[in-house]
């Protein structure tokens, strides 16, 4: 409420905000969850509560006339459509270099997102968190956040046979002849779920494709692990369609005062409210995070805020291709959205490739990767007095590197197989997807713009708990790394600062 005082207030619901809100709420404390996107939980006119992926409406997207699918042809066809301007799920940003795809709403990225759920391997984890000390990380840390967020594997002998992995098998093929690592990779979807859509018993959700829109049935979201235990304590309040725009030390008193804006779902402002915390816990992701604190800093109510703030911002080095498959490797035309695999070359070639869907209910005899690539560069948020806007300097030429790396698998398997890239998925004649990512990372590195836990350098009680402590790349999937990376610094802040 306008002008209410609580001890806790947790900007952004996604895998930072929601290990943060669990763990305090845990110990004894009073959680307020401030969400700029919806809830999530009411059905819409058709029953479902999430639009299905091959037929956008307005809950797809986040505040667009137009939808801004990652693939945005097929067939060198333009595919995207008019919708209604509304708070939808996906939001797809665009800087001037790169389209940063996120989730909004209750859950953030988990609404949207694969379900892949990667622990690095513990010879990279230097490169991703050079502070932080790796035996807590694996012996602790990991094994926390996988049991928190339910994850499993698949069951490889249903894969084997699976309709729905005919895709995921053609990319094994391929991988092995050629001589690389295809590795299995955990998920959090519920695989006894997912059987049962195969077997036709149950509402289709990843069987039916269901994924950058929300799933349906059978993906445990953050609504259904972290959130559902947070709220179950009874301590955690949730407050969304509500937007963060400012946090600045309280006039009197201590704490912070918070300031807030209601939307409605057309995403104009209805109210503004001011509420004042004792703390304040930075989840709003890697760009919502940045962008605020490099706002408040440079606008005077932050001003203390470390000059390493905005900067070492990287996109996990991602890029997409298709490689078009001889008539006797068809993919499949049911295709589950669960990705389930990947091509390991970081250590020879810099990329790791997810075996991707391509669930366009089809044929398409076209094999689909999300490369996950070393790419070196790091660009930097900066606020621009003229717009009022926060700008990022990321290159989209930056992405030639990434290129090359995934270049590494897939030119040698077109070799192999005799066979050519898909040109007609990101424009005509256009190979590579290299105006976007799925894992924006960095911009409030820890151990650089906070101290080794998290706390914002400059101001006692504030703190960055998500995807902007790590500094660009996380050499696989990000969301397992953040939720243990979070797991770790509430569990310090907890007994340091909270004295529980
Ligand atoms: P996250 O972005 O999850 O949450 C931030 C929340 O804060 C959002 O709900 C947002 O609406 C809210 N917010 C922002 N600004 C605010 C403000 N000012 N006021 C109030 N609220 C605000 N990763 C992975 O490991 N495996 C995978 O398979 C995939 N696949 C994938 C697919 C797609 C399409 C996307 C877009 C992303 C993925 N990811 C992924 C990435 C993963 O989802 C991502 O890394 C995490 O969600 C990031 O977690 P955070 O806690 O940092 O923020």
Redesign the pocket.
């Known amino acids: 409420d306008n002008g209410a005082r609580v001890p806790v207030l947790i ?7 929601s290990v943060t809100a669990l763990r305090l709420a845990q110990a004894g404390v009073d959680v307020h969850m ?4 919806m809830a999530w939980d009411t059905p819409g006119s058709d029953g479902k509560i999430f639009a299905h992926t091959t037929k956008p409406d307005g809950r797809s997207f986040w505040l667009r006339t137009k939808t801004k699918q ?1 693939l945005s042809n097929f067939l060198g066809f333009p595919i995207d459509q008019d919708i209604p301007k509304y708070t939808g799920i ?2 797809a940003e665009e800087f001037s270099g790169i389209t940063v ?10 609404l ?7 622990t690095p391997k513990r010879e990279n984890f230097s490169s991703v968190l050079p502070s932080v000390d790796v035996d807590e990380m694996y012996n602790t840390y990991y094994p926390r956040a996988n049991a928190g967020l339910g994850v499993t594997n698949v069951d490889q002998r249903w894969w084997e046979s699976a309709n729905c992995y005919q895709y995921a098998r053609v990319g094994r093929k391929h991988a092995e002849r050629s001589g690389f690592p295809f590795v299995f990779v955990p998920n959090v979807y519920d695989w006894e779920y997912m059987k049962a859509e195969e077997a036709g018993t149950v509402p289709k959700s990843a069987v039916a494709g269901e ?2 829109y929300g799933n349906n049935y059978g993906k445990k979201s953050l609504q259904k692990t972290y959130i559902a235990q947070a709220k179950a304590t009874g301590k955690v309040t949730i407050s969304t369609l ?4 400012s946090v600045s030390p309280a006039a009197s008193g201590g704490g912070y005062t918070v300031a ?1 804006d209601q939307i409605n779902t057309s995403g104009d402002t209805v109210a503004t409210k001011t509420v004042t915390a004792d703390r304040v816990f930075f ?4 760009v ?2 940045t962008k ?1 604190l490099v706002r408040l800093k440079a606008t005077g109510a932050l001003p203390n805020l470390s000059s390493e703030v905005g900067k070492g911002w990287g996109e996990n080095g991602n890029v997409m291709c298709g490689r078009a498959n001889h008539m006797w490797d068809a993919t499949g035309k049911v295709q589950s959205s669960i ?1 389930t695999a990947g091509i390991d070359n970081w250590a020879a070639g810099g990329a790791f490739a ?1 075996v991707a869907p391509l669930p366009t209910g089809i044929e398409t005899y076209a094999s689909f990767y999300l490369s996950i690539t070393k790419n070196p560069h790091r660009a930097e948020f900066t606020y621009n007095a003229a717009t009022g806007k926060v700008d990022l300097n990321w290159q989209t030429a930056w992405k030639q590197d990434s290129i090359n790396m995934a270049k590494s698998i897939f030119d040698k398997i077109n070799k192999k197989e005799g066979t050519i890239y898909r040109t007609d998925l990101f424009g005509t004649y256009k190979i590579w997807g290299d105006h976007l990512t ?4 960095g911009g409030v590195v820890l151990n650089k713009a906070t101290d080794n836990y998290g706390r914002l350098n400059g101001y006692q009680g504030l703190y960055v ?4 402590l790590i500094p660009g790349n996380a050499t ?5 790394t ?1 939720t243990a990376l ?1 797991e770790r610094n509430i569990d310090k802040i907890i007994t340091a600062d909270l004295g529980r």
Do not use: C, W
């Open positions: 900007i952004g619901t996604g895998y930072g905000g401030v969400e700029m996107g990652p996906l939001d795809y996120q989730g909004r709403g209750v859950g953030g990225g988990s949207v997102n694969g379900g892949m759920a990667v994924i950058l509500h937007k963060v725009t807030i989840a709003a992701g890697s919502g995070t605020l990705p997810e799925y894992h924006p990372l708990m998500d995807g902007s696989v999937n990000p969301f397992v953040i979070a």
